[in-house]
């Protein structure tokens, strides 16, 4: 197994083994839930209350770009979670470093239903995945020559994993509250 492939082995596991899994039987009323209100997530055009909102299609997502995000930051849904893993954790990086199309968060067209979600996340992640697995010792060692991240490629992949195992966590522990919210009301804590 080649350095990249080993790189790349670790989100893979972690993609296979916990995070694709936990997605499954997504449902679009559990991708737009907003556990408080105030939270930030996909909607359709012109509906957003956020300082500002990104997409090209039907469906935007709530943003403060490029303007400084509010203090403390907002609670975010299921579905802007997955749409900032889609566009700017893997998205971005896909275009600028795998020669694949140019990733925008203004030219996005952000999905209405957790399927189309999913659909997306399950290309770019594979768009991604494959690339990673093609990067030869000396391109991971360098920084990339194209897109504004200026440090190894080595780095920039670890980075990714981190945010999408990170990203991923929220998205379970949101569907965990969602799942469990009903029985919130009558739950005992003793110590």
């Known amino acids: 197994m080649t350095r990249s492939e080993r790189i790349a082995d670790q989100l893979d596991r972690h993609w ?7 997605l499954h039987g997504l449902a679009d009323e559990e991708y737009f839930w907003e556990p408080v209100r105030g939270c930030w997530s996909i909607r359709p055009r012109g ?10 299609g039907e469906w935007t997502m709530d943003s403060a770009s490029p303007a400084p995000a509010p203090a403390p930051a907002p ?5 802007w979670r997955l749409a900032h893993i889609i566009v700017s954790c893997l998205g971005y ?9 140019d990733i925008d968060s203004q ?5 209405g239903t957790a399927d189309e979600a999913l659909k997306q996340l399950d290309e770019m992640y594979g768009r991604w995945n494959a690339g990673v697995r093609e990067l030869s010792d000396a391109d991971l060692e360098n920084p990339p020559t ?12 670890l980075h990714v994993n981190r945010e999408l195992i990170h990203h991923g966590a929220e ?3 949101l569907r965990d509250l969602y ?13």
């Open 179 to 191: 799942r469990w919210q009903d029985s919130a009301g009558s739950a005992r804590f003793h110590r």
């Open 171 to 173: 998205i379970s522990l």
């Open 93 to 101: 990086r896909v275009g600028w470093h795998f020669g694949g199309q």
């Open 146 to 157: 194209v897109g504004p991240e200026r440090f190894p490629m080595e780095g920039i992949v």
């Open 107 to 111: 030219t996005f067209a952000y999905a």
């Open 75 to 79: 609670v975010t849904t299921i579905a």
């Open 47 to 56: 509906t957003s209350a956020a300082p500002m909102s990104a997409g090209s």
């Open 16 to 22: 296979h083994k916990n995070l694709r899994p936990r």
